[in-house]
DNA sequence: AACTGGCACTCCCGCGGTGTGAGTGCCAGG
DNA sequence: CCTGGCACTCACACCGCGGGAGTGCCAGTT
């Protein structure tokens, strides 16, 4: 028995169970694709990949079903590279290049993805934590309120309106706006309360509380946990999954809407070959994704890792094209972000 | 035939269907509600009132089912007033009064109504078209950049960052804020474009390009189409309306996920009784929502009704305690947003 | 005139039986 | 090591058949 063939059966199987959504048998199998055996033959092969797990029958006398195991061969190593086409690379092309800012980047990507692959599409916003600060910006506005604002590299911002005791003076804003972007400018978002730490020290006594207040409110801009933020799209592409995969939506749908468990799966998940990363079904560790796959790839900003985008869809999809598109819009972020 | 007895039966109807999800009969109804007349005579008052198309049979021998026509009845005559549980008044107390900024009260806001009423949430953001403007500033970046910031009296803030050529000079740009805030302190945001078309000849011949760019920036934050947004919360909640709902849950996504036909139905839908607004399967006129139905109320920032909040979920829905929840929430986050 | 009990009728739905066909495992022979 | 043949297994579709819930109608009562 060749190993080469049986691997050949695998990659089979599950191309035509992709496509059919059916339990695919050797007499189909040998129809389909030019194996050069008979059905008989594939027979022994396909009992043997069941007892090393790749594959699993439904019920006795049905066709064979890949198990995640099974899956997780075929993409490891028998799928091969497919790219796109012309036409789906200038769609990636035209459309993402008419955004004009970064909100709009990750809205027209995640439509983008969820267009291509028909699935769910998600896309991370820029982590903030590892990006840097570009400035500060301090604005008095009417009264005793205190706008504070906060850009990133990324093109990032964010604002903050602080109460403030009594009038602020134009000078002390002054003061305090310098010595601020002096400390911030360029650090790792991270690093910035360390970094801010002392400034109140800086101040008279009568500033201080202003200070403190303005430090509270960058430090909240930056909290983590609140703004690693994802964005979806294409849900009802679910729907279109086929009616046994809409018996299980609930549970998936649930899994979508905690924004934290996808957050979890994207940032715990490395990237494979061709720098895309696959999670399939069980893999997922998530009850409600068992029937679901996640593929996702990392994408940069000024050359640095700053999140992760990818889709989710249902563990039997098709895995070289759905990679290849993750890949491609992915790398065409990067290369927006770049500028 | 009495004909408040037959409103009744309607009622009751309606309710048991929306309990059971299972067509009601004559002798069911009699048992569950005390009526006080025999099965025979309610199939009277049936008869009279599938004629009138309040109500159909799946098929002959079965139960009666409301139809829409029947559900329209039951909410403008038939339903009374639920007042909300003092433990529901509380969440949305204690939940709502923690938010710290506008998108955080909407945040809140979704993801209460949706856990509130076991449907799919749906808040609109105040209307720039309706708001006034409260501030704009301008801030002068490293170089060559311009941030425009745009504050709302709904304490929405909209920022823009513009290129432009040369250094710019502290004084221009103090003398442009200052002209600037006097021109739209105030105004409503639909009004801002009439009224700096002439600001750029009150300036020299040098400072006009920059004077443009940064009125085009201002237009572009106030462009109206670009910013109605809506949010949702609770998509999960679908899947939980039943196995029969499930199978029609695709077009239902598709219509959730086109978020201009979600803000129409708010924008054209007025408002009831008791201030909120229902639609009822094809009255939302949108094929893939005709088994659906939307409950909404307006909500207000400073007494003027700025946007609209509300939930969609399966026609067969439990529209007194929908609609309570509904109202609570919108007079709930009109007095947040009054302060 | 309104209500009621009775009755015939309809038709969905669940049940058991059945046969067909796809698919398998195994074996003996090339 | 592959192949054709063969017996076996089972899901699935089809069919026929009550049971039962529900209806509409009518004649009788209040």
Redesign the interface.
Same mark, same amino acid.
């Given at each position: 028995m060749s190993e080469e063939r049986k691997l050949a059966v695998l990659r089979a199987i599950v191309e035509d169970y992709v496509e059919t959504r059916e339990p695919v048998g050797s007499r189909a199998l040998v129809e389909r694709h030019s194996l050069g055996v008979s059905p008989a033959t594939i027979r022994n092969d396909m009992a043997a990949l069941e007892d090393e797990g790749y594959i699993a029958q439904p019920h006795t006398s049905a066709g064979r079903v890949p198990t995640d195991k099974g899956y997780r061969m075929f993409v490891d190593r028998l799928s091969g590279v497919k790219p796109l086409s012309t036409a789906e690379k200038r769609a990636i092309q035209t459309l993402l290049d008419g955004a004009v %800012?970064l909100d709009d980047v990750v809205g027209r990507t995640v439509r983008l993805l969820a267009q291509l692959t028909r699935q769910v599409a998600v896309v991370q916003y820029p982590s903030l934590s590892r990006s840097t600060v570009?400035?500060v910006?301090l =604005?008095a +506005?009417?009264g005793t309120r205190l +706008?504070v604002?906060l850009?990133t590299n990324t093109?990032r =911002?964010e604002?903050?309106?602080v109460p403030v005791v009594g009038e602020i003076s134009e000078q002390t804003l002054a003061g305090l706006r310098t010595r601020l972007n002096l400390a911030v400018a360029g650090r790792r978002l991270a690093d910035v309360s360390a970094v801010v730490a002392d400034l109140p020290e800086q101040f008279g006594p009568d500033d201080r509380t202003l200070v403190r207040a303005v430090i509270v409110a960058l430090e %909240?801009s930056l909290d983590i946990e609140r703004e690693e933020r994802i964005v979806l #799209?294409?849900? #009802?592409n +679910? #729907?279109?999954s086929g009616p046994d995969f =809409?018996?299980h939506?609930?549970p998936v +749908?649930?899994a979508?809407?905690e924004h934290v468990v996808l957050l979890k799966l994207l940032t715990e998940m490395g990237d494979g070959a061709g720098g895309v990363g696959v999670l399939i079904g069980r893999e997922t560790a998530h009850i409600g994704l068992q029937e679901a796959s996640v593929v996702s790839s990392g994408y940069a900003s000024q050359g640095e890792v700053v999140a992760r985008l990818g889709v989710l869809g249902p563990t039997r999809m098709d895995y070289p094209n759905t990679m290849a598109a993750v890949r491609a819009v992915a790398r065409y972020v990067s290369r927006i972000l770049a500028s």
């Open positions: %800012d570009r400035h910006e =604005v +506005l009417e +706008l604002i850009i093109g =911002v604002q903050r309106i %909240d #799209a294409g849900t #009802a +679910l #729907a279109r =809409v018996q939506i609930g +749908l649930e979508i809407e």
